[in-house]
């Protein structure tokens, strides 16, 4: 008689083991608003516009404990708009990020697949984008690619954790054969990372260098054929205060067969959490491009419902001095091209919007 119930009960303590073991877990972000634009091609404008808090995703991450420290892990982000249910990324069905891979916390993480370069990774964190704003506060063209530039073909590691300290390294296969180097449609990407934290200080440090002109939305839109870009940033957690900056530095190479394009961002900002559920905070960003400056400031207040879902309000402003291109917020002004540009030297949005994660 025991016999008869001792192969269900195995079965049973098997299926449960297995389960303890692995991990999956479904995720996502809904973002959609109005934006006003004053000048958008030489006409104000106002828009439904979806993703700009955050982009607009659901996800699948995975774990499997495999024993002794070690775990096999997978990640499968879909991006699409909010606005009509387009896929986002040109169609493809994990745009966002798709990798899979191998972690410990004593030999680091492996991981292979459509991953993000260390300039979005180790830096996104000190921007006005995350701490404080919106997509609208990256900076000019994206050139420094913190915006999130996806590297195909990628394969990232990431060293344990030594101290507060982490160190990594990204290289993107051109998957050409005969062209190691990459070429103007199939490029070649190279990064490096590292981040330490000490109790409330972040500090963080990045390199990319990307051959090849779909490569980076700067040197498609500049008309080059390859680009390097490096930042430093940081950050300071203060009781309620949190303030933030980073410096970045591109250069554009071969720019329309001639000569280089070099763009350098300096960013300031702050973000205070007046209660448990109101933050407020801003931003200060200095670019230059082809020796001509960008002056941007960027605001935003918060009010959070819930941990899940919030509304929020923000005003943005860019003064530029540059004739041949004029004002141009990222995301209102294409980062691929120069369309939607003002037509004068000043373009100013707001934006209301609500955002919910699950």
Not at 59 to 65: F, I, K, P, S
Not at 289 to 308: L, R, V, W
Request: glycine share 14%; hydrophobic share 40%; with cysteine.
């Amino acid at each position: 008689m025991q016999k008869k119930y001792l192969v269900p009960i195995l079965a049973c303590m098997a299926t449960a083991i297995a389960h303890a073991q692995s991990h999956v877990q479904l995720y996502g972000v809904l973002d959609a608003g109005v934006t006003y634009v004053n000048n958008k091609g030489g006409a104000s404008t106002v828009v439904e516009d979806t993703g700009v808090m955050q982009g607009n995703r659901w996800g699948l991450r995975g774990t499997e404990d495999l024993g002794d420290g070690l775990k096999a892990i997978f990640l499968l982000e879909n991006g699409f708009s909010l606005d009509n249910g387009a896929l986002g990324q040109g169609g493809r069905e994990f745009g966002r990020q798709a990798f899979v891979g191998l972690a410990s916390a004593s030999a680091g993480q492996l991981t292979f697949g459509r991953q993000y370069d260390f300039m979005r990774t180790a830096l996104l964190f000190d921007t006005a984008a995350v701490q404080v704003s919106t997509a609208y506060s990256f900076h000019f063209l994206d050139a420094d690619r913190i915006a999130g530039e996806r590297v195909d073909n990628a394969v990232r590691y990431v060293a344990p954790n030594l101290d507060g300290l982490k160190l990594g390294a990204l290289y993107g296969f051109s998957n050409v054969p005969g062209a190691f180097a990459g070429t103007t449609t199939a490029p070649r990407l190279v990064s490096f990372g590292a981040t330490y934290r000490r109790g409330a200080l972040a500090l963080d440090a990045a390199y990319t260098n990307a051959n090849g002109r779909t490569g980076s939305l700067a040197t498609q839109a500049l008309g080059g054929d390859s680009l390097r870009t490096m930042g430093l940033g940081g950050r300071y957690y203060f009781h309620r205060l949190t303030a933030f900056g980073n410096i970045t530095s591109t250069r554009v190479a071969n720019v329309n067969g001639g000569g280089n394009a070099i763009i350098d961002n300096y960013e300031l900002g702050a973000v205070y959490q007046w209660t448990s559920a109101i933050s407020y905070g801003g931003s200060y960003t200095y670019t230059t491009y082809a020796g001509h400056p960008y002056h941007q400031i960027n605001t935003t207040i918060d009010y959070h419902f819930s941990k899940s879902t919030d509304v929020y309000f923000g005003a943005f402003f860019q003064h530029s001095n540059n004739a041949r291109t004029g004002a141009g917020l990222f995301l209102i002004a294409s980062p691929g091209s120069f369309h939607g540009f003002s037509s004068s030297e000043n373009q100013f949005a707001t934006r209301i919007g609500i955002r919910h994660r699950f």
